[in-house]
């Protein structure tokens, strides 16, 4: 079973454009403020975690990533990588590009901002559907990790907003 959402959204970013680029680039500090990751792991180009899911009845889950960052001209990219030998994980996209906007009214600066999109695809896997109860605990899974994943990208922006603003 594979679920699957996204979020795009823009942030102001409180410092330079330079500043800024290198908090996108940097994913230990970008990430550090969601609470919906466990175990943040970046060795090189590659980050590891965890999402967090609660599932109905099995309790809270935790669905493993592993992404390649990669560095852009204006920001930086998260391209999912297969995770083999497990039973549920997810796969996480992500872009970040730095924008310097229109000047502000207020002391003519100029002003920084972020857009982000995220993609998270969730590939869960589930004993085979047998009957009523096997497929009524199917769609309760379904709707769970669907719900949990809606209220990560819901999250997503406020977790990168503080640790923007964390430096």
Do not use: Y
Request: some cysteine; overall charge negative.
């Amino acid at each position: 079973m594979i679920i699957e959402a996204g979020r795009h959204f823009t942030l102001h970013a409180p410092g330079s454009p330079e500043d800024t680029l290198a908090f996108v680039r940097d994913p230990a500090r970008a990430l550090s403020r969601l609470h919906f990751l466990r175990g943040l792991n970046v060795q090189g180009n590659q980050v590891r975690g965890e999402l967090l899911v609660p599932l109905p009845v099995l309790g809270e889950a935790d669905l493993p990533f592993l992404c390649i960052l990669a560095h852009t001209p204006d920001g930086a990219t998260l391209t999912p990588q297969p995770i083999d030998g497990e039973r549920a994980w997810v796969e996480v996209t992500g872009q970040a590009q730095v924008m310097e906007g229109a000047q502000a009214a207020q002391g003519g600066e100029t002003r920084v901002e972020v857009a982000f999109n995220f993609l998270f695809r969730a590939h869960l896997a589930t004993p085979d559907a047998q009957g009523w109860g096997g497929a009524a605990f199917e769609k309760m899974v379904r709707a769970a990790a669907g719900r949990t994943l809606e209220r990560v990208t819901q999250e997503l922006p406020e977790g990168l907003r503080e640790a923007l603003e964390a430096g």
